[in-house]
C-alpha cells in the first residue's frame, strides 16, 4: 500500500470563471503523476495569518496612504468643469509616479454626478460639470502594500446646500463606525449598524419612509480587510471578530441616482490593543476643510 502524501497549496480563485493559476495547474500535474498525492487548499489558513499585520506591513501601509493623500490634494488643487474624469484621474497618477510608486491598488475609480451612483465605475471618460460631486476611490500601493480611500468632493469648491446635507449624513456614520472599531467587535456588528445608520439617514434626507428600502441608496458591505490585496483574503473578513493588528476600511455612502449625487467616504483603520487608529485621518474629510483647501490660493 502506497502513502498518503498532503500538498497543501493556495488555490483561491477570483471568480469560478478565473483562469487556473499556477498553484492550480501544478495540482492537476501533481495529481495525474502521483495519485497517492492528496491537494488540500491551504487559502483559508493564509487568510487568517494575513489578517493581523507586523508593524512593518502597517509602516507599508501607512506609506501608500500617504502618497495617496498627496494625489488627493492634486486632485482638489486640479479639479475644474470642462476637463474629462480621466484628465483629472491622470494627475493621482503623475503624483504617485514621481513618488517611486508605478503600481495601484485598483483601478482608479473617478466618477463625477451621476457616475458616482454606480458602484464600479470605471469608465471616467464623463466630462466634469461645473455643479458636479466627484467621487474618487482609489489607493497607491508601496512595497506590494495598498491603500484604499474614497473621498468626494464639489468640483467648483463649493457644496450645495443639498450635496452638504447628504455629504454630513455619510461622514457621520463614517465616524461613528470607525468609533466602534475595536478587539472584540465582530464584523457583522459593524456591518449590521452601518446599514441600520444609513436607513436612518436616509429616512432624515427624504429618500424612504421605511428602513427595509435602504438598499435602494446603499448597496454594499461597511468594509473589508487591507493589506497585500485591496480585499486583503476575503474569505476571513465576513467572520472575523476584530483583534489587535487588523486592518480594516470603513466606507459608508449613499447614492441618489435621481439627484446625480453619489457620495462615498472610505477610511483604512488599524485595529489597537485599546481601540483603533485611523491610518488616514490626515487626509480632509469635512465640509468646511473641503471647501477651505479648495479655494485658497496655490
Same mark, same amino acid.
Given at each position: 500500500?502506497?502513502?498518503?502524501?498532503?500538498?497543501?497549496?493556495?488555490?483561491?480563485?477570483?471568480?469560478?470563471?478565473?483562469?487556473?493559476?499556477?498553484?492550480?495547474?501544478?495540482?492537476?500535474?501533481?495529481?495525474? #503523476?502521483?495519485?497517492?498525492?492528496?491537494?488540500?487548499?491551504?487559502?483559508? %489558513?493564509?487568510?487568517?495569518?494575513?489578517?493581523?499585520?507586523?508593524? #512593518?506591513?502597517?509602516?507599508?501601509?501607512?506609506?501608500?496612504? /500617504?502618497?495617496?493623500? !498627496?494625489? %488627493?490634494?492634486?486632485?482638489?488643487? /486640479?479639479?475644474?468643469?470642462?476637463? #474629462?474624469?480621466?484628465? &483629472?484621474?491622470?494627475?493621482?497618477?503623475?503624483?504617485?509616479?514621481?513618488?517611486?510608486? *508605478?503600481?495601484?491598488?485598483?483601478?482608479?475609480?473617478?466618477?463625477?454626478?451621476?457616475?458616482?451612483?454606480? @458602484?464600479?465605475?470605471?469608465?471616467? *471618460?464623463?466630462?466634469?460639470?461645473?455643479?458636479?460631486?466627484? &467621487?474618487?476611490?482609489?489607493?497607491?500601493?508601496?512595497?506590494?502594500?495598498?491603500?484604499?480611500?474614497?473621498?468626494?468632493?464639489?468640483?467648483?469648491?463649493?457644496?450645495?446646500?443639498?450635496?452638504?446635507?447628504?455629504?454630513?449624513?455619510? @461622514?457621520?456614520?463614517?465616524? /461613528?463606525?470607525? !468609533? &466602534? %472599531?475595536?478587539?472584540?467587535?465582530?464584523?457583522?456588528?459593524?456591518?449590521? #449598524?452601518?446599514? /441600520?445608520?444609513?436607513?436612518?439617514?436616509? %429616512?432624515? @434626507?427624504? @429618500?424612504?419612509?421605511?428602513?427595509?428600502?435602504?438598499?435602494?441608496?446603499?448597496?454594499?458591505?461597511?468594509?473589508?480587510?487591507?493589506?497585500?490585496?485591496?480585499?486583503?483574503?476575503?474569505?476571513?473578513?465576513?467572520?472575523?471578530?476584530?483583534?489587535?493588528?487588523?486592518?480594516?476600511?470603513?466606507?459608508?455612502?449613499?447614492?441618489?441616482?435621481?439627484?446625480?449625487?453619489?457620495?462615498?467616504?472610505?477610511?483604512?483603520?488599524?485595529?489597537?490593543?485599546?481601540?483603533?487608529?485611523?491610518?488616514?485621518?490626515?487626509?480632509?474629510?469635512?465640509?468646511?476643510?473641503?471647501?477651505?483647501?479648495? *479655494?485658497?490660493?496655490?
Amino acid at each position: 500500500m502506497k502513502e498518503e502524501i498532503n500538498l497543501y497549496l493556495d488555490l483561491d480563485r477570483l471568480s469560478a470563471n478565473s483562469d487556473d493559476t499556477i498553484s492550480h495547474k501544478y495540482a492537476q500535474k501533481v495529481v495525474s #503523476k502521483y495519485p497517492q498525492v492528496r491537494v488540500n487548499n491551504i487559502y483559508s %489558513i493564509i487568510g487568517e495569518c494575513r489578517l493581523v499585520k507586523s508593524e #512593518k506591513e502597517v509602516e507599508n501601509i501607512k506609506k501608500a496612504i /500617504e502618497i495617496t493623500k !498627496s494625489g %488627493i490634494e492634486l486632485l482638489m488643487k /486640479e479639479a475644474k468643469a470642462g476637463i #474629462k474624469e480621466y484628465e &483629472l484621474e491622470a494627475y493621482f497618477d503623475f503624483n504617485c509616479k514621481t513618488k517611486g510608486v *508605478n503600481d495601484l491598488a485598483f483601478t482608479t475609480i473617478a466618477a463625477a454626478g451621476k457616475n458616482a451612483t454606480i @458602484l464600479h465605475y470605471v469608465d471616467n *471618460n464623463t466630462e466634469l460639470k461645473n455643479d458636479d460631486l466627484i &467621487l474618487f476611490d482609489l489607493g497607491a500601493q508601496y512595497n506590494c502594500y495598498n491603500a484604499d480611500i474614497s473621498r468626494t468632493f464639489p468640483v467648483n469648491g463649493k457644496f450645495t446646500e443639498r450635496q452638504k446635507e447628504v455629504y454630513n449624513e455619510v @461622514l457621520r456614520v463614517n465616524e /461613528e463606525i470607525i !468609533s &466602534l %472599531i475595536k478587539p472584540g467587535v465582530k464584523y457583522k456588528e459593524i456591518n449590521d #449598524k452601518a446599514t /441600520e445608520l444609513i436607513a436612518e439617514e436616509c %429616512i432624515k @434626507l427624504g @429618500l424612504i419612509e421605511d428602513k427595509k428600502d435602504v438598499r435602494k441608496y446603499y448597496y454594499h458591505s461597511i468594509g473589508h480587510s487591507l493589506g497585500m490585496d485591496t480585499h486583503d483574503i476575503e474569505t476571513p473578513h465576513r467572520n472575523i471578530t476584530f483583534v489587535p493588528g487588523v486592518v480594516f476600511t470603513v466606507e459608508p455612502g449613499i447614492y441618489i441616482e435621481e439627484e446625480c449625487i453619489g457620495i462615498r467616504i472610505e477610511d483604512d483603520i488599524l485595529v489597537t490593543e485599546d481601540g483603533n487608529i485611523n491610518l488616514s485621518k490626515d487626509i480632509i474629510k469635512s465640509v468646511e476643510d473641503i471647501e477651505k483647501f479648495m *479655494n485658497k490660493e496655490f
